[in-house]
């Protein structure tokens, strides 16, 4: 089994910054993407931001040059910087990976639990 311990989130003022890590542990043979998508009250999941083994990124239009995505494959974990953020960055943020337990296998999708990220003065 595979989990996603997701860290950071909070409150933070209108044209702050915020960062969020989650680390990726268990039976891990190799991970391919990492990313983060968020969900806001009354709206659909987005993908917000994701990367490559191989560290190629891809943003929502939305967030591209506010929000950095980075990943340490020796920890297994990914990274979200965000920075001026605005009051519509508001949701819970989810990370997902997709993970190979084996070799033989095919890679399956795991998700965090959800960070709260709040913006608001």
């Known amino acids: 089994q595979v989990q996603l311990v997701e860290s950071g989130g909070g409150l933070v003022q209108p044209g702050g910054s915020q960062g969020l890590s989650c680390a990726a542990s268990?039976?891990?043979?190799?991970?391919?993407?990492m990313g983060w998508y968020r969900q806001a009250p009354g709206k659909q999941r987005e993908l917000v931001a994701s990367?490559?083994?191989?560290?190629?990124?891809h943003y929502v239009d939305s967030v591209k040059g506010r929000f950095t995505i980075s990943r340490d494959n020796a920890k297994n974990t990914v990274y979200l910087q965000m920075n001026s953020l605005k009051p519509e960055d508001t949701a819970v943020y989810y990370c997902?990976?997709?993970?190979?337990?084996?070799?033989?296998?095919?890679?399956?999708?795991?998700w965090g639990q959800g960070t709260q990220v709040t913006v608001s003065s």
């Open positions: 997902y990976a997709t993970v190979k337990s084996q070799r033989w296998q095919a890679f399956n999708d795991y």
């Open positions: 990367i490559t083994s191989n560290s190629i990124t």
């Open positions: 268990g039976r891990i043979y190799g991970i391919n993407v």
